[in-house]
């Protein structure tokens, strides 16, 4: 934390962080996977481009990489981990004003499960903003994301997707979707408001998969259909709000679950 180390117990943030008072924060959450980063050069890009959306000063890249390797050098070697980096803006007044302290910078660690062979999600009924101020960003402002999650474990969902408020198909909480429709892999663009996953960004690269605005409804009308995110790799979609799809893994789902794992297992910085 700001360049120190600590153990869990001991690493403590302030009642006056503007990131625990109004969610004034970004972050990231990495793979990590026997002690090595995966896409972290993706990973610390996006944390900038968020930070500076958010009107944040630029974080100190260089110190939170080597934070993040020193965290691993100093954590017990786990087969698969979750990273999480987090930055705000620092202490301020307890409102939606900012001060004028200095960021604060947070790496922290533990275990993670590898992903269930398929998800069902829950198509929820509210709109993600693809207007708002925070479009794109991936911001510590989250409690809509932990209310669409909760909705959606409620009627037996993984993940809660969003359509957008013009009713166009989004992206999940912590995941983007992609569909198999008359043989095209297809994925909303990034207007639709949904976050550049770096999951998603390289299925299209090593995929090919079209970017195309959708109505929201052709996910449980798909041929088939994935999530993509850090946690979930490329994981099938077997059900949308209780429809099954007509195979989960589709041939193509599987294709590009195969030529994720294989690039991904080829360079662990692509
Ligand atoms: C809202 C949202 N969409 C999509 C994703 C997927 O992005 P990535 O592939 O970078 O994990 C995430 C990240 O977890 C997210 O929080």
């Given at each position: 934390?700001?360049?120190?180390?600590?153990?869990?117990?001991?690493?403590?943030?302030?009642?006056?962080?503007?990131?625990?008072?109004?969610?004034?924060?970004?972050?990231?959450?990495v793979?990590?996977?026997?002690?090595?980063?995966?896409?972290?050069?993706?990973?610390?890009?996006?944390?900038?481009r968020?930070?500076?959306?958010?009107?944040?000063?630029?974080?100190?890249?260089?110190?939170?990489?080597?934070?993040?390797?020193?965290?691993?050098?100093?954590?017990?070697?786990?087969?698969?981990?979750?990273?999480?980096?987090t930055?705000?803006?620092?202490?301020?007044?307890?409102?939606?004003?900012?001060?004028?302290?200095p960021?604060?910078?947070?790496?922290?660690?533990?275990?993670?499960?590898?992903?269930?062979?398929?998800?069902?999600?829950?198509?929820?009924?509210?709109?993600?903003?693809?207007?708002?101020?925070?479009?794109?960003?991936?911001?510590?402002?989250?409690?809509?994301?932990?209310?669409?999650?909760?909705?959606?474990?409620?009627?037996?969902?993984?993940?809660?997707?969003?359509?957008?408020?013009?009713?166009?198909?989004?992206?999940?909480?912590?995941?983007?979707?992609?569909?198999?429709?008359?043989?095209?892999?297809?994925?909303?663009p990034?207007?639709?408001?949904?976050?550049?996953?770096?999951?998603?960004?390289?299925?299209?690269?090593?995929t090919?998969?079209?970017?195309?605005?959708?109505?929201?409804?052709?996910?449980?009308?798909?041929?088939?259909?994935?999530?993509?995110?850090?946690?979930?790799?490329?994981?099938?979609?077997?059900?949308?709000?209780?429809?099954?799809?007509?195979?989960?893994?589709?041939?193509?789902?599987?294709?590009?679950?195969?030529?994720?794992?294989?690039?991904?297992?080829?360079?662990?910085?692509?």
């Open positions: 934390m700001n360049g120190e180390l600590y153990p869990d117990d001991g690493a403590r943030i302030s009642v006056f962080d503007h990131g625990l008072v109004v969610g004034d924060g970004v972050f990231e959450t793979k990590v996977t026997n002690g090595v980063p995966f896409a972290m050069t993706r990973h610390l890009a996006r944390l900038s968020s930070a500076t959306g958010l009107g944040l000063a630029e974080p100190d890249l260089d110190q939170i990489r080597a934070g993040a390797m020193a965290v691993i050098e100093n954590s017990p070697r786990l087969p698969l981990a979750r990273m999480r980096i930055v705000t803006g620092g202490i301020a007044p307890l409102g939606s004003e900012r001060g004028g302290s960021l604060t910078a947070v790496v922290a660690m533990s275990e993670a499960k590898p992903p269930t062979p398929t998800v069902d999600v829950t198509m929820v009924p509210w709109p993600r903003n693809e207007r708002g101020a925070l479009a794109g960003l991936k911001t510590t402002s989250y409690g809509e994301n932990v209310r669409a999650l909760a909705y959606a474990a409620g009627r037996g969902g993984g993940e809660a997707i969003f359509a957008n408020t013009a009713g166009g198909l989004c992206e999940g909480t912590g995941s983007n979707v992609f569909v198999v429709s008359s043989g095209r892999l297809l994925t909303p990034l207007a639709a408001g949904c976050l550049a996953g770096v999951t998603r960004a390289l299925v299209i690269e090593w090919g998969a079209v970017e195309e605005e959708l109505p929201a409804g052709a996910l449980a009308t798909a041929d088939e259909a994935f999530l993509t995110g850090t946690t979930r790799d490329v994981q099938p979609i077997r059900a949308v709000s209780g429809t099954v799809l007509p195979a989960a893994p589709g041939p193509m789902t599987r294709k590009a679950a195969e030529v994720f794992a294989m690039r991904s297992a080829e360079s662990p910085d692509p």
